[in-house]
């Protein structure tokens, strides 16, 4: 075991000791409507920059299809959601350390089948989340292509939301879907664009605003425009080294545009209905699991 990777252990462990604290751990759902548009890279290179922040971040893969975290960052996981409930080992064991020390857990293939189909396994993965509880500052999920059902519980159930949107027409649309199906379960419902892949920041801007028009004109959600970034062929260049652009590339337009989405993300007040962070979160993911 590596140097940072056994202190990681013993951090961790020295938590179990610890119990939970007072601190709220925050649960950021990502998602979109259309696939493809830049989640999993807006997800990693956003922990790694609220962590250049002082947070203290865990980013969850909960894209069961095609988990690619791990690979954006040049890693193999060899742990996973799927592993923990089937071995009923704890959630400890599976966090793993990317760049910068960022801790990461993998989905594993099949996690919906799997707690679908036991609740005895659909509780302890509940249990197990729910112990994250005041070890983490902001828990990220990254979640797959398409809006699926399991992906609006974590939505539904998250403190806040980003929602990942390009400047293409076909990408606001289902952006705009992603919204209403939302806003039909929770009237309350509310988002933080960001736009990815603009050309410059005028268009980043025409874009939320159209988003910002809409919903506002026909739905009843709250939207806050958290900032684009730009088109930028160093973060296709970063994902073929594998290495998250805001490392690679500090300088990049598109790094650039993270550590102010980041300042943006930080000075906005974030208000959830019911309990916040994530003990609420698993409350909310639980009663929407019985429905
Ligand atoms: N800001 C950007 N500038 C240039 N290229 C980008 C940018 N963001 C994403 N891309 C390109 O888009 C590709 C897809 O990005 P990513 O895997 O993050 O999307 P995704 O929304 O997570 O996809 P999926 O829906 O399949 O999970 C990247 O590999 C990269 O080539
Ligand atoms: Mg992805």
Do not use: C
């Not at 208000?271 to 019985?290: D, M, P, Q």
């Amino acid at each position: 075991m590596n140097d940072q990777a056994q202190s990681l252990r013993e951090k961790l462990n020295r938590n179990r000791e610890l119990g939970p604290s007072d601190r709220k751990t925050k649960v950021i759902t990502v998602t979109s409507g259309k696939g493809g548009v830049g989640k999993s890279n807006f997800s990693l290179n956003f922990a790694l920059g609220l962590q250049q922040k002082g947070q203290k971040v865990i980013l969850i893969d909960m894209d069961l299809g095609f988990a690619n975290i791990d690979i954006l960052m040049g890693i193999s996981s060899k742990k996973n959601i799927v592993n923990m409930i089937d071995n009923r080992t704890s959630i400890w064991d599976i966090i793993e350390l990317g760049p910068e020390g960022l801790q990461f857990i993998a989905g594993g293939s099949g996690l919906s089948q799997v707690i679908d189909m036991d609740e005895h396994k659909l509780n302890y993965f509940f249990d197990q989340m729910a112990l994250l509880n005041g070890y983490a500052d902001t828990v990220i999920l990254d979640t797959g292509a398409g809006v699926t059902k399991e992906t609006l519980r974590y939505i539904l159930s998250a403190d806040d939301v980003v929602l990942v949107t390009t400047p293409e027409p076909t990408s606001i649309t289902d952006a705009y879907a992603v919204m209403k199906m939302t806003s039909q379960s929770n009237p309350n419902a509310h988002f933080s664009i960001v736009v990815n892949r603009a050309v410059n920041r005028k268009e980043g801007r025409i874009t939320g605003d159209r988003l910002l028009m809409v919903a506002r004109q026909f739905l009843q959600v709250q939207l806050i425009m958290l900032g684009y970034v730009p088109d930028d062929a160093h973060v296709t260049k970063a994902v073929k080294k594998q290495e998250p652009f805001l490392l690679a590339y500090p300088n990049s337009r598109a790094s650039e545009a993270i550590r102010s989405l980041v300042e943006s993300y930080l000075s906005h007040k974030h208000t959830s209905a019911g309990e916040a962070g994530i003990k609420g979160f698993v409350i909310r993911l639980r009663h929407l699991w019985k429905k």
